[in-house]
């Protein structure tokens, strides 16, 4: 821990990898919901949600808009979360080097 400056990076790096972690178990809920949505008989969507009051198909197109969303916002959320979790931890192992060889 003595070489390891600054020790901000630390914090940042642990935040960003508990973002990387928690990605593949969203992705693997939404991912579930839509693959429901899209076995289900035409029959049975428009009944999936009481208040809805349209055909099956228009839900079916609202509810893989929405998640197709989700899940695109998960991956920019992803890459940019390793992205700063790598730059901070290379940075400090930079650091540590240069110290440790100093």
Excluded at 19 to 29: D, K, R, S
Aim: glycine residues 12%; aromatic residues 12%.
């Amino acid at each position: 821990m003595v070489y390891n400056k600054p020790t901000v990076l630390m914090i940042v790096g642990v935040i960003f990898s508990f973002g990387v972690g928690v990605n593949p178990p969203l992705f693997g809920v939404i991912l579930s919901k839509l693959l429901s949505y899209l076995s289900a008989p035409w029959e049975y969507l428009a009944i999936m949600d009481p208040t809805w009051t349209g055909t099956g198909e228009d839900f079916l197109k609202q509810q893989v808009g929405l998640f197709a969303g989700l899940i695109a916002a998960i991956g920019v959320c992803a890459g940019l979360s390793a992205y700063i979790q790598k730059i901070s931890f290379g940075i400090l192992g930079g650091n540590v080097t240069y110290e440790i060889r100093k």
